[in-house]
C-alpha cells in the first residue's frame, strides 16, 4: 500500500515538475493576473518572460526600446517579453502605465491582428472595466502618452496623437454600446 501511494506522489511530483509554471502579472492594487486567450477550443495562458536585471546597459535591442512586446513562440503561442529597464523607469515616472502596458500586450496577444491604436483602446477599456480607471489615472497615462515625441507610424507619429487615437476609439466603442 505504501509503494503504490509513493508511486503516486512520484508520478504527481513528475507531472508537476514538466508542466508549465503560472504566469501572472502583479497590478498596482496588488491582484496577480493572466493574460489568457482561446484557440481551437484550448485555453492558454500567455507566458511572460523579463529580460535584464533592470540595471542601466541592461538592455534588449530586440525590443526595440519598448517596454514590452508580443512574439510567438516555437509552438505559435504568443509571449509577453518585458523590458525590465524600460519597465522599471517607465513605473517611476508613472506607476499606473504598467497596467496598461500589460492589458496592451495582452490585446496583442489574444489578438495578433489588432492595431497599436486598437489594442491602447482595449488596455484602456479593460481597466475602466475592472475599475481601474479614473480621471486622475487617466490624465496621468495621457502625459505619459504625450512625452512619447517621436513614434513609429504604426503608433500616429508621437504620443499626442497616440493618445488622441486612443481616447477617439475608447469614445466610440463606449458609445456603440449604448
Given at each position: 500500500m505504501k509503494s503504490t501511494h509513493l508511486r503516486t506522489a512520484i508520478l504527481l511530483l513528475g507531472l508537476l515538475a514538466?508542466?508549465?509554471p503560472a504566469w501572472s502579472f502583479e497590478r498596482t492594487d496588488g491582484v496577480?493576473?493572466?493574460?489568457?486567450?482561446e484557440r481551437d477550443g484550448q485555453h492558454h495562458i500567455v507566458k511572460e518572460v523579463w529580460l535584464g536585471d533592470g540595471a542601466i546597459g541592461d538592455r534588449h535591442p530586440q525590443l526595440g526600446g519598448a517596454a514590452a512586446v508580443v512574439r510567438p513562440d516555437a509552438e505559435g503561442w504568443p509571449v509577453i517579453f518585458f523590458d525590465n529597464v524600460v519597465f522599471k523607469a517607465m513605473i517611476e515616472r508613472d506607476p499606473y502605465m504598467s497596467d496598461f502596458v500589460f492589458y496592451h500586450e495582452c490585446a496583442h496577444a489574444t489578438d495578433s491582428e489588432r492595431s497599436e491604436?486598437?489594442?491602447?483602446?482595449?488596455?484602456?477599456?479593460?481597466?475602466?472595466?475592472?475599475?481601474?480607471m479614473n480621471e486622475a489615472r487617466r490624465d496621468s497615462l495621457a502625459s505619459t502618452h504625450q512625452r512619447m515625441l517621436r513614434l513609429p507610424s504604426r503608433y500616429g507619429g508621437s504620443g499626442k496623437v497616440f493618445w488622441e487615437r486612443t481616447m477617439a476609439c475608447v469614445e466610440q466603442r463606449l458609445d456603440t454600446k449604448k
Open positions: 514538466a508542466s508549465d496577480e493576473v493572466q493574460c489568457t486567450l491604436i486598437d489594442a491602447n483602446c482595449e488596455a484602456y477599456l479593460t481597466l475602466d472595466k475592472l475599475g481601474l
